[in-house]
């Protein structure tokens, strides 16, 4: 197995970024404009708070080009079932998305983890959003353990004002090598929860059609998990469900 820290080290190189660990006041302030470049004022963290997470060893990541922040990673330490890196948010730059920032951060995430005895990374992410989803759970290899309805209630900011925060809960072992598998679309309806291919411009340009389309996949994965089933895996049209 390839060692973590080298993988980490050879995303950020294709990608043609450093990728960095933060604690000190100025990075914090670079850090926090990043932030809010990317999702708005309205969910960026107290200076004092960053601070204190940095002390305490959270895992605070900054990506650089040419000495300019593109993207970032937020995570701590949680407990909760078991010992594992919550990673809260992780953001790109919208001129460098695709270009493999994304995957930079998230290995060193892993390696840092790996690095601390750690095992286990979980987020949270909006199933509606296709792109997100192939990234988490075919590019990187993560399993949906939850559905949470509302999640992180109203929110302002660049990419959740005026929606419905559902949300799908993930678990990725960190020990285990990197990568999912594309699935074959089923071919039973009831195995599938169809997923419009690109949501946020059918909210732009058809808002009632999104709207429909959040209830559906909410109401179908609430149910599939609630009722016993789990989240397969990823198609090219959306969640697939077994058991």
């Given at each position: 197995?390839?060692?973590?820290?080298?993988?980490?080290?050879?995303?950020?190189?294709?990608?043609?970024?450093?990728?960095?660990?933060?604690?000190?006041?100025?990075?914090?302030?670079?850090?926090?404009?990043?932030?809010?470049?990317i999702?708005?004022?309205?969910?960026?963290?107290?200076?004092?708070?960053?601070?204190?997470?940095?002390?305490?060893?959270?895992?605070?990541?900054?990506?650089?080009?040419?000495?300019?922040?593109?993207?970032?990673?937020?995570?701590?330490?949680?407990?909760?079932?078991?010992?594992?890196?919550?990673?809260?948010?992780?953001?790109?730059?919208?001129?460098?998305?695709?270009?493999?920032?994304?995957?930079?951060?998230?290995?060193?995430?892993?390696?840092?983890?790996?690095?601390?005895?750690?095992?286990?990374?979980?987020?949270?992410?909006?199933?509606l959003?296709?792109?997100?989803?192939?990234?988490?759970?075919?590019?990187?290899?993560?399993?949906?353990?939850?559905?949470?309805?509302?999640?992180?209630?109203?929110?302002?900011?660049?990419?959740?004002?005026?929606?419905?925060?559902?949300?799908v809960?993930?678990?990725?072992?960190?020990?285990?090598?990197?990568?999912?598998?594309?699935?074959?679309?089923?071919?039973?309806?009831?195995?599938l929860?169809?997923?419009?291919?690109?949501?946020?411009?059918?909210?732009?340009?058809?808002?009632?059609?999104?709207?429909?389309?959040?209830?559906?996949?909410?109401?179908?994965?609430?149910?599939?998990?609630?009722?016993?089933?789990?989240?397969?895996g990823?198609?090219?049209?959306?969640?697939?469900?077994?058991?």
């Amino acid at each position: 197995m390839i060692d973590a820290a080298d993988e980490a080290l050879a995303a950020a190189a294709a990608a043609g970024v450093a990728v960095e660990s933060v604690a000190e006041v100025a990075e914090l302030d670079d850090l926090r404009a990043a932030m809010e470049h990317i999702w708005g004022p309205a969910v960026v963290p107290p200076r004092n708070l960053l601070r204190a997470l940095a002390l305490g060893g959270a895992c605070l990541l900054t990506a650089r080009r040419d000495g300019a922040v593109v993207g970032f990673a937020l995570g701590w330490l949680g407990w909760t079932g078991g010992v594992h890196l919550h990673s809260h948010q992780v953001g790109v730059a919208a001129s460098e998305r695709r270009g493999g920032v994304g995957v930079a951060l998230k290995l060193a995430q892993r390696a840092l983890c790996l690095q601390h005895g750690i095992g286990e990374m979980r987020w949270t992410f909006d199933p509606l959003l296709a792109t997100n989803a192939r990234f988490n759970l075919v590019r990187l290899g993560a399993q949906v353990i939850d559905f949470l309805p509302h999640c992180y209630g109203d929110r302002v900011d660049a990419f959740n004002t005026g929606e419905r925060t559902d949300r799908v809960k993930v678990s990725w072992r960190l020990d285990a090598p990197v990568g999912g598998v594309l699935l074959d679309t089923p071919t039973s309806p009831d195995a599938l929860v169809r997923v419009p291919t690109d949501y946020p411009t059918l909210r732009v340009d058809r808002p009632a059609d999104a709207a429909a389309a959040r209830d559906e996949v909410g109401g179908r994965l609430a149910a599939a998990l609630g009722g016993g089933r789990r989240v397969s895996g990823w198609c090219a049209e959306g969640f697939v469900l077994a058991g």
